[in-house]
């Protein structure tokens, strides 16, 4: 009657040796979590840093190109 509440020696001795993820695992998800956020908030925030200090650097060079042309056009016609 009470057979079915009484466990085994051995399923008892299974189920307490028994563990899902060991803890080495479960610190290397817990670092791999915390890089990918780190490197993912960097691209968004150095991402647009980056692209407003690319435009700036172009903008300049072309603006001292047309310098450049123009001042060899005034000394050649000069």
Known sequence: MFAANQTKKTEI???KNIKIIDPLTIWLIRIACLLIIIVFSG???GLPIAISIGQSLINNTFLNAKEILRNLFETSLA
Do not use: A, K
Request: glycine share 0%; charged share 15%.
């Open 13 to 15: 001795e299974l189920q």
């Open 43 to 45: 691209l968004l925030i």
